[in-house]
């Protein structure tokens, strides 16, 4: 066990990471569970603090561009249009890795996921490492992805011995990850960055082919980004008559149910999606925390981040525990 501590003290963090320890760390998507991506040692102890099966890879975490290029054998064209653009930024990009990536972070593919996160403190604590970062989202697998430095202390409190206190991530949602074919962009996870800004800018077709929806990518269960509580996304309207009977918490885009009794919270007052998409899981967490008995979440609008919060809604309620 540690005593966990929360500070900004980029030091520390770099000598815990030499030394194979972990370290929690801010991104602008959800907060990271940090380890050397280089020490095998370091690698096992996040699946232990996790919980994570062996066979879900972890994304590689870099500083810029040109460490990026060490740890790949080739970039496609689409590919660096896409980074000139989005990164650093929401963006995880899956390339043939190069050999001297351990088999343990791409669980054996021989593909990597990697990605130049855009928070100022991560970066210069990038910058000043020797080794690539290997870093899940900082929560028990399963639950809910962390936005702030108190959600990672609710979960792996004395699990770690250090968080970097970075603020609320300001995308609140993981990465999109993607991958390459000939002419051709392929969506594996919807998430922080649009399929709308990836079609603009690769210039090619894009394809979505989640993971999770066919379970040929190892890690990408259903039943993930979960509340304990039982969550259902459909109609409110409809699932309050339903659950007419239980203690009910809400969310919602932009507009109140006005119902008595209910803990409800409206991501996005203003009806704008980014915004929505950043309080998400928080919102969630604040339900999951309270009394409520059952969550009801609305059916959001399928554009730009819209998908990708209807994606963790989904994934989130699967299967259904009532
Ligand atoms: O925004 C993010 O991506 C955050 C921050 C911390 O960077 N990280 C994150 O990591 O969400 P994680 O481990 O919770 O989700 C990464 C996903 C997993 O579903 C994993 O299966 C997939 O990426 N993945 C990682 N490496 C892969 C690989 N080599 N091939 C296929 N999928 C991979
Ligand atoms: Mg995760």
Redesign the pocket.
């Known amino acids: 066990m540690y005593t966990t501590e929360i500070g900004t003290d980029l030091a520390r963090a770099k000598q815990l990471l030499e030394e194979g320890e972990l370290v929690a760390?801010p991104?602008?998507?959800?907060?990271?569970?940090?380890g050397n991506g280089l020490n095998s040692k370091a690698i096992a102890k996040i699946y232990a603090a996790k919980n994570?099966p062996q066979f879900?890879?972890?994304?590689?975490?870099v500083a810029n561009l040109s460490q990026l290029q060490q740890w790949v054998e080739s970039i496609p064209d689409a590919c660096r249009l896409l980074m000139n653009a989005f990164s650093p930024g929401?963006i995880?990009y899956?390339l043939p890795?190069s050999s001297t990536v351990p088999d343990l972070?791409?669980?054996g593919?021989n593909?990597?996921?990697i990605?130049i996160?855009s928070h100022p403190l991560t970066l210069q604590l990038l910058n000043s490492l020797n080794f690539p970062i290997a870093?899940?989202?900082?929560?028990p697998s399963g639950y809910v992805?962390p936005v702030t430095s108190k959600h990672v202390l609710d979960g792996l409190n004395g699990l770690i011995p250090y968080i970097i206190d970075g603020g609320s991530c300001n995308?609140g949602?993981?990465?999109t990850?993607v991958?390459f074919e000939l002419n051709k962009v392929i969506v594996?996870?919807l998430?922080?960055l649009s399929i709308e800004n990836i079609q603009r800018i690769s210039g090619v077709e894009v394809e979505l082919r989640l993971?999770?929806a066919s379970l040929t990518?190892?890690?990408?269960l259903k039943s993930?980004y979960a509340t304990k509580k039982p969550l259902i996304v459909g109609d409110i309207n409809k699932n309050l008559l339903l659950y007419k009977d239980k203690k009910i918490g809400l969310l919602t885009f932009s507009s109140s149910y006005k119902i008595n009794g209910c803990i409800e919270h409206i991501l996005s007052p203003g009806g704008n999606i980014e915004e929505a998409a950043s309080h998400l899981f928080n919102a969630m967490r604040l339900l999951d925390y309270s009394d409520v008995e059952v969550i009801l979440a609305e059916v959001f609008p399928a554009e730009g981040l819209g998908k990708a919060i209807n994606d963790r809604l989904a994934r989130a309620s699967y299967p259904l525990k009532y």
């Not at 879900?56 to 975490?61: A, D, G, K, R």
């Not at 870093?135 to 929560?139: K, V």
């Not at 990518?217 to 990408?220: E, F, K, L, R, V």
């Open positions: 760390i991104t602008e998507t959800v907060y990271g569970l940090a994570r879900n890879p972890l994304i590689l975490h929401p995880t899956l890795k972070v791409t669980a593919s593909r990597v996921a990605r996160p870093a899940p989202s900082a929560n992805s995308i949602l993981e990465s990850i991958g594996h996870r998430g922080g993971s999770h990518a190892p890690g990408q993930h």
